[in-house]
């Protein structure tokens, strides 16, 4: 019989996050694949982060993941660590493990917050409890993840299955599977899947079986993370892709792409019903769906409205729309960052992430249902 003492004590302390997703989410895991295409990790990204430093986020500083810790931590923290960083010289260190995940509970963190009130910028990188598993340029389908060689939803899934054992054989198995039940897991695919599918980059697949294979796969990868022991699912929604200097850059007359805005709002009604099904039939699953989609239309559609004055060019890149290279140094650099809605040619700045996490997390039904982010992971 468990030591009730300990049983509260476990209950009582903040839950870890633990996050999956491409490069909206990465914080520097492709960093460590050697092989992997994307990467963030010279200026000018990172312009606006701690020292000026790129840290391997596609953005001038914090992203969406950093933001997403934020909800649960409080706004002093980053996201938590990428797990590839957990190890050394390739061999796992168990004392960063500990350390991620806090089992000692040797740090003291705020309770979930209601609202983002201070700047965003902080003086240091302070992670979360938690792993993030993000990979730049992965995708639902491992066959669309090869095109950047990143870690594909699978990779990823096996990381966390690799954590699980370690935390089992370290703090046992009912700690471990309560610290899971307890923990928020983010995930957010179906970006790449989106846009390899609009730009055509795939042949060999009509529209209907493309998106029951993406709904499938989104599925099954659920299902592994909550076999594992995951309950609190926050989802991140396909955003409304079509319109991004990306998208535009590869139209000859600089139109949004259809095709991609199409798709992204068809799969995120089939991934809802995905989820609200699986909530049905999974006992003590909860999620929140983050309408992505919505939210960007409506700051193309009304930009001032969020006071932004530039949603079609990136802030830096070069070329139609700026968007016709990565942000590399001798790339042109925006001064007022702030003002625009894309850093580069698909990845938003950290004004407009924090205002995405702001609207999932604090927000009503419109971006965040059944329930925000904010009210999930203080469930």
């Known amino acids: 019989m468990k030591d009730k003492s300990s049983r509260d004590n476990l209950t009582k302390t903040s839950p870890a996050v633990f996050i999956f997703g491409d490069s909206l989410f990465d914080i520097g895991q492709n960093n460590y694949v050697i092989k992997a295409l994307g990467k963030a990790k010279y200026p000018h990204y990172g312009v606006d982060f701690f020292n000026s430093t790129p840290s391997g986020r596609f953005s001038n500083g914090l992203n969406i993941a950093d933001f997403m810790a934020r909800v649960a931590f409080g706004e002093s923290v980053t ?4 797990f590839l960083s957990l190890f050394y010289d390739g061999i796992y260190d168990e004392k960063r493990l500990a350390t991620a995940i806090d089992f000692n509970r040797r740090r003291r963190w705020q309770r979930p ?7 965003s910028r902080a003086i240091r990188e302070n992670p979360a409890i938690g792993i993030n598993f993000a990979s730049a340029g992965s995708a639902i ?8 060689q990143a870690l594909t939803v699978s990779n990823q899934v096996t990381q966390l299955i690799y954590v699980h054992g370690n935390l089992s054989a370290t703090i046992g198995s009912w700690k471990t599977q309560l610290l899971f039940a307890k923990s928020t897991f983010f995930f957010g695919f179906g970006n790449n899947d989106v ?3 609009a730009l055509r980059l795939l042949k060999t697949m009509d529209r209907d079986t493309y998106i029951d294979t ?3 796969n989104y599925n099954k990868t659920l299902q592994s993370l909550y076999n594992l022991g995951a309950r609190k699912f926050a989802i991140f929604g396909i955003p409304y892709l079509g319109c991004s200097p990306l998208m535009r ?3 000859l007359n600089g139109s949004c792409s259809q095709t991609a805005n199409d798709l992204a709002a068809e799969l995120n009604t089939k991934l809802e019903q995905l989820l609200w099904n699986m909530m049905i039939s999974s006992k003590g699953m909860v999620y929140s769906f983050a309408n992505s989609h919505d939210l960007l239309h409506d700051l193309y559609d009304n930009p001032e409205r969020y006071n932004f004055r530039n949603v079609t060019y ?3 890149g070069s070329g139609r729309f700026n968007a016709m290279t990565n942000c590399l ?7 007022n960052r702030d003002e625009y809605l894309f850093w580069d040619f698909s990845h938003p700045t950290e004004r407009a992430a924090r205002l995405m996490v702001e609207s999932f997390a604090f927000g009503g039904p419109q971006y965040a249902r059944p329930i925000n982010w904010a009210r999930l992971v203080s469930l």
């Open 195 to 197: 846009h390899f599918y």
């Open 214 to 216: 993406v709904v499938q």
């Open 314 to 316: 990136a802030c830096c």
């Open 113 to 119: 917050v209601r609202s983002f009130n201070s700047p």
């Open 329 to 335: 140094p001798a790339a042109s650099l925006c001064e």
């Open 249 to 251: 850059v590869t139209s």
């Open 79 to 82: 996201s938590p660590p990428a």
């Open 141 to 148: 389908l491992d066959f669309n993840t090869a095109v950047d």
